[in-house]
């Protein structure tokens, strides 16, 4: 799993790449992103020619977002690339954390 971010010289955003590669995702139908930035509420991201999956969502800088990905609706999943990780608060598992 992958992030990239691209700050804007003009805004205070950043434009975040949430990318599940094939090999992680194989066997998955669906891929969704959920985290502190969309209310935890599930967005999808599209699986690419390569079978890659992939979303860009456009974020405020200097701030902190705690997210992680759903594979089928079932399968909860880290990012390898995180900038760090916490306990959450709602399981014993750690969520990912982004810093943008």
């Not at 094939?22 to 699986?47: C, I, M, P, R």
């Not at 390569?50 to 456009?58: E, K, V």
Request: net charge negative.
């Amino acid at each position: 799993m992958s992030l990239s971010k691209q700050y804007l010289k003009t805004k205070p955003v950043c434009k975040v790449t949430f990318v599940v590669p094939a090999v992680q995702a194989a066997e998955a139908a669906s891929v969704a992103v959920l985290g502190e930035f969309n209310d935890w509420q599930a967005t999808e991201l599209k699986k690419q020619k390569n079978g890659d999956f992939a979303t860009t969502l456009t974020l405020p800088t200097d701030q902190e977002f705690q997210f992680r990905y759903l594979l089928n609706g079932e399968i909860w999943k880290n990012d390898d690339a995180a900038d760090a990780y916490v306990p959450s608060p709602l399981c014993y598992e750690e969520n990912s954390v982004l810093r943008v």
